[in-house]
């Protein structure tokens, strides 16, 4: 009685079992790839049917060869549906060609409300200390400024953009090292702020532009800016768009907690949180590549227009990036 019922249980089905054990095949073989979107579609229907056929089978003890094979094809079809093999290159070119540039588009008012805060410091320091030089020590410590001060000459202050700094490739990989790990930690102290309901997000680049508004008016004061602003963008526009997206990825968690909407605080942070991460964890990216600017290319290059040049193209590379990259994908 029991191999009659197996019989007519698995001519019910064996047709939706044939079909997700070549599609699993397939994945094992090819990867993922090889699927049409039709099979794509199709594969995770396919292995909820075979699991509750299994659970059936399990219920009314069918015989011991149907449900090992079930059991198999169940196990091997869960991971071709939620742990799709994909290697790592892959799984990197996905985050920032599609998933990265997403979180940025949606967070995208609040990376305007952290631009204009960093944009609003600047331009306080810097009318501050122009009016007042003496303003520049209430913004800037000693061991910051390393000289660059209103005390300083008009000849070591320039020295200081186009010096090349210390000699040696390993040397300037230590520098760049420093700088990649001294504003990862800047940038995820923005980030993990926004649990401060934004506030401190608020505070933290407002004074980040304060030292930058500062110095400014100290160079601009010595007839200077051309070249201090050739110092500072090629890497700065990299540099603290990747601290103002760390900010906006505070802020996102910051309206999250004040403003849940229908979800609780937990379910609204829980969600928020998620998109924030993916914006912090992309901007180490930016932080390496600011690094790398920072640490090669300007102590290397004292071309003055080469470094405008180079800075206006990063600038357009960000904007391009950020505004079209994972378009196409999501549209398709």
Not at 8 to 36: A, M, P
Not at 38 to 53: F, Q, Y
Not at 300 to 309: E, G, H, N, Q
Request: glycine share 8%.
């Amino acid at each position: 009685m029991t191999l009659l019922k197996s019989a007519q249980f698995r001519r019910e089905r064996e047709r939706t079992w044939r079909r997700l054990e070549s599609l699993v095949e397939r994945i094992e073989r090819k990867g993922i790839r090889s699927l049409s979107e039709a099979d794509v579609e199709a594969l995770p229907s396919l292995h909820r049917a075979t699991v509750s056929a299994l659970s059936v089978a399990r219920a009314v003890s069918l015989d011991r060869n149907l449900l090992e094979y079930l059991e198999a094809l169940t196990a091997r079809s869960y991971f071709c549906v939620y742990s799709t093999r994909r290697d790592l290159g892959s799984a990197i070119a996905a985050f920032f060609l599609q998933r990265f540039p997403a979180a940025v588009r949606g967070a995208r008012w609040h990376l305007l409300l952290a631009c204009a805060f960093m944009l609003a410091g600047v331009i306080t320091g810097f009318a501050l200390t122009l009016d007042d030089p003496d303003r520049y020590y209430s913004f800037i410590s000693k061991d910051m400024a390393q000289g660059r001060d209103p005390a300083a000459s008009d000849e070591n202050l320039r020295a200081v953009l186009f010096s090349n700094g210390p000699s040696g490739d390993g040397v300037l990989t230590l520098f760049a090292t420093f700088l990649f790990q001294h504003n990862t930690q800047v940038g995820f102290l923005c980030f993990a702020l926004g649990f401060g309901l934004g506030i401190p997000v608020f505070y933290l680049l407002f004074t980040n532009g304060l030292l930058l508004g500062a110095m400014s008016a100290l160079y601009h004061s010595r007839g200077l800016s051309v070249e201090f602003w050739s110092w500072i963008l090629p890497h700065g526009i990299t540099e603290l768009g990747a601290i103002v997206l760390c900010g906006a990825a505070g802020l996102v968690q910051a309206q999250a907690i004040l403003f849940p909407g229908r979800r609780t605080r937990m379910e609204s942070l829980s969600f928020a949180g998620r998109r924030a991460g993916l914006i912090a964890f992309g901007c180490v990216a930016l932080f390496a590549i600011a690094a790398l600017l920072e640490g090669y290319f300007r102590q290397l290059v004292d071309s003055v227009p080469i470094r405008y040049t180079v800075a206006m193209l990063t600038l357009l590379l960000w904007l391009l990036y950020f505004a079209a990259a994972g378009r196409k994908e999501r549209q398709s």
